[in-house]
Antibody
């Protein structure tokens, strides 16, 4: 069964870079049937798509995050990662790594448990 | 303000049928398929419906959904206490080049 697990620091200082890793188990990242991505949820609020990447490294990011996002993939480790630069308190959220099914129609069919990242000095 | 509009809350008693709406535009729901996600408090969202009305394996047939024009809706029949959760609709927005979500609907089972 597909499992995704986020890991990374729970606290990041303002203006620094948030870095998270998602480890995929139960299946290979090396597949054209799925993309891999990140979605976040500020405390008490709704969901916001951050971006996604495919196995060959092609990315697509949320335009509203103004190029602060870098998503990369390491197929040898079956992992993908997120870097969000110049963070502010507004970036405090639970960050989920997700699998995006892309065969036919598209939808997020697997989610990690989420990790809370707080931006605070 | 979310691009997709959902009612902030809905409620029903056990056994009842409730529906949750999701309103969009010709740039999102009007041209792309809709998926729905259930988020039980304190847990990650879970895929409930994909391709407008398809249920993944393991999702009870009490959950159904439809899409018409620029709107979609989720129906839950035979309401159970375990259905108490937040529900989100989502789709691709062509002109924003962005995935968009509804603001979420908090379902309370009275």
């Amino acid at each position: 069964q597909m499992q995704l697990q986020e890991s990374g620091p729970g606290v990041v200082k303002p203006s620094e870079t948030l870095s998270l890793i998602c480890t995929v188990s139960g299946g290979s990242i090396w597949t054209s049937s799925y993309y891999w991505g990140w979605i976040r949820q500020p405390p008490g609020k709704g969901l916001e798509w951050i971006g996604n990447i495919n196995f060959s490294g092609r990315t697509h990011d949320n335009p509203s995050l103004k190029s602060r996002v870098t998503i990369s993939v390491d197929t040898s480790k079956n992992q993908f990662s997120l870097k969000l630069s110049s963070v502010t308190a507004a970036d405090t959220a639970v960050y989920y790594c997700v699998r995006l099914a892309v065969t036919g129609t598209r939808y997020f069919d697997s989610w990690g448990q989420g990790t809370l990242v707080t931006v605070s000095s | 303000q979310s691009v997709l509009t959902q009612p902030p809350s809905a409620s029903g008693t056990p056994g009842q049928r409730v529906t949750i709406s999701c309103s969009g535009s010709s740039s999102n729901i009007g041209t792309n398929t809709v998926s729905w996600y259930q988020q039980i408090p304190g847990t990650a969202p879970k895929l409930l419906i994909y391709r407008n009305n398809q249920r993944p394996s393991g999702v009870p047939d009490r959950f159904s959904a439809s899409k018409s024009g620029t709107s979609a809706s989720l129906a839950i029949s035979g309401l159970q206490s375990e259905d108490e959760a937040d529900y989100y609709c989502a789709t691709w927005h062509d002109s924003l080049n962005d995935w968009v979500f509804g603001g979420g609907t908090k379902l309370t089972v009275l």
